[in-house]
């Protein structure tokens, strides 16, 4: 069966840095593309960032700037680099993959920057 496993979330101070990972296993078809979204308490989940099979990235502009989406094919994990966090990202962070026609959740991750 699929598997998304997140790691890398946890408490930070305002300006610090987290990297988030999320590996892929029992892929059924082929990885298209690969993102990162977050919910934060009371609101939508949004798309963070995206990486499609290419190599081509798109980023919310809350994070551009700040954060950079990575993928290692071979071991089916994307990774999300946040730099210079602000207590406004805190969230649960999510990895998306789409699996051909068919899209995969993590679990979530949580983050939390304090002030």
């Known amino acids: 069966q699929v598997q998304l496993v997140e790691s890398g979330g946890g408490l930070v101070q305002a300006g610090g840095s987290l990297r988030l990972s999320c590996a892929a296993s029992?892929?059924?078809?082929?990885?298209?593309?690969m993102a990162w979204y977050r919910q934060a308490p009371g609101k939508q989940r949004e798309l963070v960032a995206r990486?499609?099979?290419?190599?081509?990235?798109n980023y919310a502009d809350s994070v551009k700037g700040r954060s950079t989406i990575s993928r290692d094919m071979a071991k089916n994990t994307v990774y999300l680099q946040m730099n210079s966090l602000k207590p406004e990202d805190t969230a649960v962070y999510y990895c998306?993959?789409?699996?051909?026609?068919?899209?995969?959740w993590g679990q979530g991750t949580q983050v939390t920057v304090s002030s």
């Open positions: 990486i499609t099979s290419d190599g081509s990235t």
């Open positions: 029992g892929i059924i078809f082929s990885i298209n593309a």
């Open positions: 998306n993959i789409m699996d051909g026609p068919l899209n995969r």
